[in-house]
């Protein structure tokens, strides 16, 4: 044969070679090579170059012995067979029913089914062989998957400035109801009681109004004329207009008073409380409850104290208490803690809350009568002043706190633990609002002019749309429709932000995936609260568990010294010694004969002291003196 007589080539895709790919992750040494001191040595360092190291031999062809499969493609449109039709009617569901159970009870049946599964495992498994290097889903269209992704955006649409130059500070934003494109601002013109004050400009002066304590109803299309104003001839803290009747609005003046006004008519409020029942300092929170004439609300103050007022009559309170931690049935005003908001749900209408400035939270009973009844609990959430409590419109238990330098979002159904959301800012976060539109997004402001947009979906650790104003935003608020929010700023501007629809609408699974993380939240902490429960009554028992063992150490203690005196106090037994000596005092001849032997042993040594010794000398020895010897 000739060269080219002996070369074969096969030409055969990928997934015809064999059985599926499988990889698995496993630890086995293939291979080791030790390092080398001689090469080492050799080593020469260089300048990072390009240079190929592939330098193996490369092959086009490859074999593979695999099993002959003849496949064949059949198609099958398959309801439900197996029936004896002679015996059973499929029509009949009663027939189909017993035919079953009369299959099932066979003992063969068990078997033919186990047999079954391992067949049709063994197709599909002959089946699943694919090609790994295959590109799949090429030939779908570019914009197939637009419509998945979400847009994060918020453009400005309307700014709205104070009328008055200079301006004054914007306190609070409220949509009306009955008119969805009108809202009211608040403005606080405390520039009027510094001493050397001299009166703004009105920049319109022929609206009809020249009062530089007067608030504005702006429609959201026309950002250039107010539709109403209301006056004050002095300055107003805070106003609130009631949600179930939009023509009664109450305000809280510097003073501490507490006025009424009429929304149908401009002006000045109708009624004032009197000096003798209004609050000792600024009337700084106001909320409306629930009442079957909607002329029912409650103020607060910096001087500590909450009082239940209605409009019909504002000569003197209904009711009044003070914000303490700890009531008590007579209750002290320097105990209290300054009242910074209130809010009330009226879906919930026996509860309401009450905020301090000394970062207090007060749950308050309305049907209490004693300080210890309306007070129902406190905790204690913030070092600083609390700025804004909001509940969700998804899921009225939830709220969310706004206040110093965190953001905390809590549940009633959480009794000691007050937070199950905790988020923390580099700055202080004044304001603070939950979407209408979507029960996941909410939205917070701080005293840097950053505004922040948090989706709890989304992440927790950081906000999914941040913009930046060059002053402190002071308060933020949602149109019911969601599709707006409201941005007031320090400055005395009022801005309207046009979320993107991905920002306003919510999906179809967001609602009860909210609903699961809170429960899963509020399970969590209540968990926590069960653990240190626990931990407390370990405590509690450990120490009364102690202190037992420490009053049975001391009587039993007190029971050895007791024992110990006692035996101190009984005879103690005589030893060998005195034994021995009471035998020889008892033995009257014994005792003589040793008083003899005494006598005579004292009559030896008195002889032996009156002898004399007579000195004699030598010859030798009379020559030298005696003191010399």
């Not at 695999?66 to 029509?91: A, F, M, P, Q, R």
């Not at 979400?150 to 409220?174: G, N, T, Y």
């Not at 029960?439 to 947009?453: A, M, R």
Request: hydrophobic share 35%; glycine share 6%; charged share 25%.
């Amino acid at each position: 044969m000739g060269t080219l007589g002996n070369q074969f080539i096969l030409s055969r895709e990928r997934r015809r070679f064999g059985r599926q790919c499988l990889f698995t992750d496993r630890n086995e040494m293939i291979l080791s090579v030790q390092p080398s001191g001689r090469l080492r040595l050799k080593y020469i360092l260089r300048n990072p170059i390009n240079q190929r190291t592939q330098l193996s031999e490369q092959y086009a062809a490859s074999s593979a012995l695999t099993h002959n499969v003849t496949l064949d493609s059949h198609g099958l449109n398959h309801y439900e067979g197996g029936w004896n039709v002679k015996e059973v009617n499929i029509l009949d569901e009663e027939s189909t029913l017993r035919y079953r159970k009369k299959v099932e009870r066979d003992d063969s049946w068990g078997i033919e089914v186990n047999q079954l599964m391992h067949d049709a495992m063994d197709i599909s498994s002959a089946n699943n062989a694919i090609n790994i290097y295959e590109d799949f889903f090429v030939d779908l269209p570019a914009d197939l998957g637009h419509g998945i992704s979400m847009k994060i955006a918020a453009r400005l649409i309307h700014v709205f400035h104070d009328l008055w130059i200079p301006s004054r500070q914007l306190k609070a934003c409220e949509w009306l109801n009955n008119d969805p494109n009108q809202f009211l601002l608040f403005f606080t013109n405390t520039q009027s009681l510094t001493p050397n004050y001299t009166k703004q400009l009105n920049t319109l002066p022929d609206f009809g109004n020249d009062n530089p304590h007067a608030f504005y109803v702006w429609n959201v299309d026309d950002a250039t004329r107010p539709v109403a104003h209301y006056d004050s001839t002095r300055v107003v803290r805070i106003a609130k207009v009631c949600i179930r009747d939009e023509s009664y609005m109450v305000g809280g003046l510097q003073e501490g008073q507490v006025g009424f006004w009429l929304t149908d008519n401009q002006g000045g409020p109708k009624t004032i409380c009197p000096l003798e029942a209004c609050h000792r300092e600024a009337t700084t929170a106001i909320c409306w409850v629930h009442s079957k004439l909607n002329t029912e609300f409650y103020s607060g103050s910096l001087d500590g104290s909450v009082k239940y007022w209605d409009t019909r009559n504002l000569l003197m309170p209904v009711h009044e208490i003070l914000a303490e931690p700890d009531p008590q049935s007579i209750q002290n005003r320097q105990n209290a803690h300054g009242v910074t908001v209130l809010e009330f749900e009226y879906t919930i209408p026996v509860r309401y809350i009450v905020c301090t400035d000394m970062g207090y939270l007060f749950v308050c009973n309305r049907k209490g009568t004693t300080p210890q009844e309306t007070i129902v609990a406190s905790y204690q959430l913030f070092v600083g002043p609390i700025r804004c409590v909001m509940r969700n419109p998804f899921f009225v238990k939830n709220f969310l706190v706004v206040g110093d330098w965190r953001v905390r979002i809590w549940s009633e159904e959480v009794k000691n633990c007050p937070s199950t959301f905790y988020i923390r800012r580099p700055n202080q976060v004044l304001s603070g609002a939950w979407s209408t539109g979507r029960c996941s997004l909410f939205c917070i402001g701080d005293d840097k002019g950053n505004l922040e947009f948090w989706d709890l979906l989304m992440s927790h650790t950081r906000p999914i749309l941040t913009i930046k104003y060059k002053y402190p935003v002071t308060h933020l608020i949602f149109k019911p429709d969601g599709c707006i929010l409201t941005v007031s700023l320090a400055n005395g501007d009022c801005l309207m932000l046009r979320l993107e629809e991905g920002m306003r609408t919510a999906t179809v699974k967001e609602k009860s995936l909210m609903m699961s993380m809170f429960e899963r939240e509020i399970q969590r902490c209540k968990l926590l609260e069960a653990r240190e429960e626990e931990i407390k009554l370990k405590k509690r028992l450990t120490t009364i568990f102690m202190e037992e063992e420490r009053k049975s150490r001391e009587k039993l203690e007190a029971k050895k010294k007791k024992g110990q005196a006692k035996r101190e106090m009984e005879p103690k037994p005589e030893d060998e010694a005195t034994i021995f000596l009471r035998m020889i005092e008892s033995d009257a001849e014994f005792s003589k004969a040793l008083l003899e032997f005494n006598e005579a042993i004292e009559n030896i040594t008195l002889q032996r002291a009156k002898r004399t010794f007579a000195m004699e000398r030598t010859v030798f020895e009379t020559n030298y003196p005696i003191s010399q010897e």
